[in-house]
């Protein structure tokens, strides 16, 4: 069974910085998809940012406030996130989109409170 752990979230003011991690169980590979997800109170949820290989995606929401990464060696990626905004509130989840076979699994989620 494959697991994705998150860790690196908690409560921070408004443009300060959070560091989210997400390790997985298994290889990743250059093939296979990780990306971040939020879901806000009474949200859908909504994709954050996401990485295959060298290719990276932002929301616009996030983009040029955010830094998606990847490490092989850990098996681990991770979401570098500064200016951050109240409405940046929610809980993020890692994903891993596989190709083969065709899966996708979760994390259990991480939660981020912005607050002045």
């Known amino acids: 069974q494959v697991q994705l752990v998150e860790s690196g979230g908690g409560l921070v003011r408004p443009g300060g910085s959070l560091r989210l991690s997400c390790a997985a169980s298994i290889g990743i590979g250059s093939i296979n998809t990780m990306g971040w997800y939020r879901q806000a109170p009474g949200k859908t949820r909504e994709l954050v940012a996401t990485i295959t290989g060298d290719s990276t995606n932002y929301a616009d929401s996030v983009k040029g406030r955010s830094t998606i990464s990847m490490d092989n060696a850990e098996n681990a990626v991770s979401l570098q996130m500064n200016n951050l905004k109240p409405e940046d509130t929610a809980v993020y989840y890692c994903?891993?989109?596989?190709?083969?076979?065709?899966?996708?699994?979760w994390g259990q989620g991480t939660h981020v409170t912005v607050f002045s």
């Open positions: 994903k891993l989109a596989r190709k083969f076979p065709r899966k996708e699994y």
